[in-house]
């Protein structure tokens, strides 16, 4: 595992430890949704939810899957769900990840 591969791992790891994002995941996982439904459903005021699944699709671990025109004129709307991922923890892959920072130090 390199430098950037560790990064961006942790980085990973980082978002997956928020209950939010986690909660995200798992309804979008029952069917695609949009901002607004997802926020609905989850009970989060919608800037919240925008802000949460940007940095999931940021990272990759969401995705759009498909896009409605409602009303002409005004922005479409984005459908998303899970994007597939596998994130394996062992501690083999974190004794890796910082041997690579130890011993750039």
């Known amino acids: 595992m390199n430098e950037q591969e560790s990064q961006e791992t942790v980085r990973i790891l980082k ?16 069917d695609p949704k949009n901002v607004y439904a997802l926020a609905k459903q989850l009970k989060l005021p919608y800037p919240l939810a925008y802000l949460h699944l940007g940095g999931l699709k940021k ?15 005004l922005p479409s709307v984005k459908y998303y769900a899970p994007s597939d991922f596998k994130l394996v923890l062992t501690p083999q892959n974190i004794q890796k990840m910082f041997q690579k920072r130890k011993e750039m130090r």
């Open 59 to 73: 990272l990759g671990l969401v995705k759009a899957v498909r896009e409605e025109k409602k009303v002409e004129g």
């Open 15 to 30: 978002a997956l430890a928020n209950p939010i994002r986690l909660k995200m995941i798992a309804s979008l996982n029952e």
